[in-house]
């Protein structure tokens, strides 16, 4: 099957509306990203994906690229790296880590989630504040690798629910939670969101976690709202700084308010980690 990749320039200026409008590819399987080509210059929008090429507006450069295994070769890129009170690392490298860290084992795969980018990283580290007693019942939604979630669980000991639209990244979550030692602590299902009854039953949930995009965070507030308690949070990542206002906006309508934030980078672009309270 063939790899390919697809970029094209713009000005700054547009750049926030055009990756508004590629989340949907993202949704299904392509890798986005987005990077400055200059400072203060144009920046570029490229997409990676394999077999049948998406149909995209506007003009873009296609090119093949060779072919090899790009998750074997990201594999070998990934190297340990220290997140609040843990050490994520991949299987390849489990040796050097600082003493009293939690040791988070991901490999780069298939399942978004290894916790180099900007959206997890945040999350890793306003998790680390959180008081555990107002973390009792906790649900990842778009668990991806399942980071978070065991994250969760390990650092709470206790046990923590996910859930993707991915059925194959619900498989890499499993996987990770026995790699990780907390088979028993993390359960999976594949769910749209909170829909299915794994997910639905344990609502009210003292804590939402939610690394995804802008886009599915709007359409998924009713169900949150619903979901929820006064006094219960909702830890939400995957936006850019500039999309911020709007999340909260949309989400004050639904009782919920600003407590904390953490802005961090990758590949040019700040995003925004919000934890929220609801009243």
């Known amino acids: 099957m063939s790899v390919w990749t697809a970029w094209r320039n713009m000005p700054a200026a547009e750049r926030v509306t055009e990756e508004q409008a590629l989340e949907p590819l993202a949704e299904e399987g392509f890798v986005v990203t987005s990077r400055e080509v ?18 995209l507006h506007g003009a873009w450069t296609w090119e093949e690229l060779p072919d090899k295994d790009w998750v074997a070769e990201n594999q070998r890129s990934f190297r340990p790296f220290q997140v ?4 994520v690392h991949p299987s390849h490298v489990a040796d050097g880590m600082p003493p009293d860290l939690l040791p988070l084992r991901i490999d780069a795969g298939l399942a978004f989630g290894t916790g180099t980018h900007a959206t997890t990283r945040g999350c890793l580290e306003i998790l680390a504040t959180l008081d555990p007693a ?41 996987e990770n ?30 804590l939402i976690i939610a690394n995804i995009l802008a886009g599915p965070l709007m359409a ?24 911020a206002e709007l999340m909260l906006s949309t989400y004050a309508v639904h009782g919920f308010h600003f407590e904390r934030r953490i802005d961090l980078e990758t590949g040019g672009a ?9 009243g």
Do not use: H, M
């Open 270 to 278: 700040w995003w925004r980690t919000l934890l929220l309270r609801k």
């Open 38 to 55: 200059s400072r203060d210059g144009p920046w570029r929008i490229e997409i990676f994906g394999e077999g049948e090429r998406p149909a």
């Open 134 to 174: 107002e973390t009792k019942n906790t649900v990842d939604v778009g668990c991806g690798s399942g980071i978070l979630a065991i994250a969760a669980a390990k650092l709470w000991k206790r046990q923590v629910i996910g859930g993707d639209n991915d059925a194959e990244a619900v498989g890499v979550a499993i």
């Open 220 to 243: 998924l507030v009713d169900s949150f709202a619903a979901a929820t308690r006064p006094g219960n949070r909702v830890l939400l990542s995957g936006l850019l700084v500039e999309q």
């Open 84 to 87: 609040g009170p843990f050490w």
């Open 177 to 206: 939670a026995g790699l990780n030692g907390v088979p028993t602590l993390c359960r999976f299902a594949t769910s749209i969101g909170l829909e299915a009854p794994e997910l639905a039953t344990p609502a009210p949930y003292d």
